[in-house]
């Protein structure tokens, strides 16, 4: 930015930014505005084209459509030099194809673009989001891309296809999170092709996926795992399997599988989510991956209600952490039933626990 920038407040610049879509909005829905009311100096504001970063979020209920996706469009225009795009799209909006792919021309325009969260919460607009999604693939220089896909969007594995092709293009991407709500209907062959793009995606260091109820199986994990084992330079891996996905402990094989293809990792998130019929088995595979990581710093792993892991497994577990030396940071979420944990076999867990707090440090939380 120029000195005459420099010298207004942030806030200022924030006001200008509120100024001009406010200004688009209201000129598309016929509703009278005096601009001399707000800023007398139309030179000052257009001085402000080089702002970096602009969040949008389109709340639900809000009655968006086409007229306000023409605004977004238009008023996105104005900044030249946007290099961090935020586009949350609430639920119950009047958002068609016609709206998502006006917004997907929008965000591919941003030739500058070095990171893109998109938000879509909105209900059923299937092809549409293939629209926003496609054009993602012209900003070469994107460095971070997250996504969230809401429930009950239906978008199959058209979704996975298109994310695919679009990471084949994206050579710079080094930071990817993909969460994918319940009622979207993706299976283990969109999968496939994901996993067949993101082998292409060789600067990724953090790699995050997150699936919803009944959106993953056992043969999905294993589709994911050349995919994401391909990527040697990641140092950050989280996955969350979703409640009642029935992977068994056979996913968990997966998982650690995936685990063993990777070298450099310094931070895991794991969470068998309720539901998802691991068994001590299961528990054992993700031990003895974890182990394998030599250089792990940060460890977050959950197990959650109504999984088949008895005492025995867990507490075989935790004094396998003790082999993890560089562990600095551990969090752990246990919600055991069933066969679980009896009164002194916790006490006998928590001193275990205790042990290997002193090792890694006081960052060590257990949720009975």
């Not at 008023?75 to 119950?92: D, T, W």
Request: glycine share 8%.
């Amino acid at each position: 930015m120029g000195q005459k920038q420099i010298a207004h407040s942030e806030e200022f610049q924030k006001k200008v930014l509120q100024w001009k879509f406010y200004i688009l909005y209201n000129q598309i829905y016929k509703m009278k505005y005096d601009l001399n009311q707000s800023y007398s100096n139309l030179k000052e504001v257009d001085g402000y084209q080089d702002v970096k970063e602009i969040n949008i979020n389109i709340k639900k209920d809000y009655n968006f459509g086409l007229e306000g996706a023409i605004g977004i469009q238009q008023g996105l225009s104005y900044f030249k030099e946007i290099q961090m795009l935020s586009l949350v799209l609430g639920k119950n909006n009047k958002i068609n194809d016609s709206v998502t792919k006006i917004l997907g021309q929008t965000v591919g325009n941003c030739q500058s673009l070095i990171n893109l969260n998109l938000v879509i919460e909105q209900n059923n607009i299937q092809n549409g989001i293939i629209e926003l999604l496609n054009p993602i693939q012209n900003c070469l220089n994107l460095q971070s891309l997250k996504l969230l896909i809401g429930n009950q969007n239906q978008v199959k594995d058209q979704l996975l296809i298109s994310l695919g092709l679009i990471l084949r293009n994206l050579t710079y991407l080094n930071d990817f999170g993909l969460i994918v709500e319940e009622g979207n209907f993706i299976t283990q062959s969109g999968l496939t092709y994901f996993s067949e793009g993101l082998k292409t995606c060789q600067q990724l260091f953090k790699f995050e996926i997150i699936f919803g109820k009944d959106e993953l199986s056992t043969e999905g994990l294993l589709a994911l795992k050349s995919g994401i084992g391909a990527l040697q330079k990641l140092s950050h891996f989280a996955i969350e399997t979703g409640p009642w996905n029935c992977i068994q402990s056979n996913g968990c094989l997966q998982i650690s599988n995936t685990l063993f293809q990777l070298k450099q990792i310094q931070q895991i998130r794991i969470c068998i989510d309720m539901g998802n019929q691991i068994s001590d088995e299961g528990v054992k595979y993700l031990s003895i991956a974890i182990l394998s990581q030599l250089q792990l710093i940060k460890l977050s792993i959950t197990f959650g209600r109504f999984n088949k892991i008895g005492y025995q497994s867990f507490y075989l577990f935790f004094k396998s952490l003790i082999g993890c030396k560089n562990l600095l940071h551990l969090e752990c979420y246990l919600f055991c039933t069933g066969n679980g944990i009896l009164s002194q076999q916790r006490i006998n867990l928590q001193i275990k626990l205790n042990h290997i707090k002193q090792l890694v440090s006081k960052n060590l939380r257990l949720i009975w």
